[in-house]
């Protein structure tokens, strides 16, 4: 039987585009499309700030806000063009009005942005926004409830915004408390962690990084895959930090070969938060 190879995709800024961030993409650009608002939920480490970030282009919006080179901007000028996406994070201390001036000026900001990149790429022609927008709110756990009364209002006033929720699993259940903002919800979304099969790919990432010199098929060995898979349960916040450790002791020991013992010996130094 002929195996096909998965693929992951490595982007520049070391994010990897694994199969959870195409769920994740989907999902968004589902609340964008319908104007929905989605609730996604994930224990701690997954990834979902991140991937969050990477769907916003934070990367790509502030290296073009920071490019002082025409012809630099001009190279980000398409993707900033592909943006439609605020990404937020609730502080501690949110109140409705710093919500509300936070969102304000944040798209206003995006709308600059890509009128900008488009008189960089098309400086003839006249523009016509599309405002159409989706906003990401990251650890919207700690919104109070009168934040979410302003974010319902958010979603009223404005009437082409969709909104995501970032949050704890459990998230659904509180937020179904403030009846009118749940009534408004239309998807759901558990952002998981990676699954086995992939585990393989990100190891390959990792390794790389050690610096080691090890023998290639060193990846398609199952002992150790299986270990890293069962220590971390595909969290990459785990995977990172028992990565970290690894290191540490293969630089220690000056080995030159990492095996199921030294993985363990890696756990053993972790503190392993419930996940
Ligand atoms: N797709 C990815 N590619 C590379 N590294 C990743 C990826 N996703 C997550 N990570 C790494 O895992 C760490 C945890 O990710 P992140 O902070 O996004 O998790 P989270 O689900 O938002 O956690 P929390 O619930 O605690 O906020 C990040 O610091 C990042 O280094
Ligand atoms: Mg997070």
């Known amino acids: 039987m002929k195996m096909t190879k998965p693929k992951m995709e490595r982007t520049a800024s070391d994010f990897l585009i694994t199969k959870e961030y195409h769920k994740f993409e989907e999902f968004c650009n589902s609340c964008f499309r319908e104007r929905y608002i989605g609730l996604c939920h994930g224990v701690p480490g997954v990834g979902k700030t991140l991937s969050a970030k990477y769907y916003a ?45 936070a969102i304000k000026n944040e798209r206003l900001q995006l709308f600059r942005t890509r009128l900008e990149a488009y008189k960089l790429l098309k400086p003839k022609s006249n523009y016509e926004e599309d405002f159409r927008t989706l906003l990401i709110i990251d650890e919207a756990d700690r919104l109070t409830m009168r934040s979410i009364e302003q974010v319902r209002d958010i979603y009223d006033r404005l009437e082409n915004v969709g909104i995501v929720l970032i949050g704890m699993p459990g998230i659904e259940k509180r937020l179904s408390r403030y009846a009118q903002l749940y009534s408004r919800v239309g998807f759901l979304h558990e952002f998981r962690p990676i699954k086995n099969k992939e585990i393989n790919f990100i190891l390959q990432q990792h390794w790389s990084q050690l610096g080691l010199k090890l023998k290639k098929d060193i990846f398609s060995d199952p002992e150790v895959t299986a270990t890293i898979a069962r220590i971390t349960k595909g969290n990459f916040r785990l995977i990172q930090r028992l990565f970290s450790q690894i290191k540490r002791i293969v630089t220690i020991n000056k080995l030159s070969v990492v095996n199921k013992e030294v993985i363990e010996a890696a756990r053993k130094c972790m503190v392993i938060g419930q996940s």
């Open 57 to 101: 282009q934070l990367d790509s919006l502030e290296k073009f806000n920071l490019a002082t080179k025409k012809t630099t901007k001009k190279v980000l000028a398409p993707k900033i063009l592909t943006n439609q996406t605020i990404f937020y994070t609730a502080n501690i201390l949110n109140t409705p009005k710093r919500i509300n001036m």
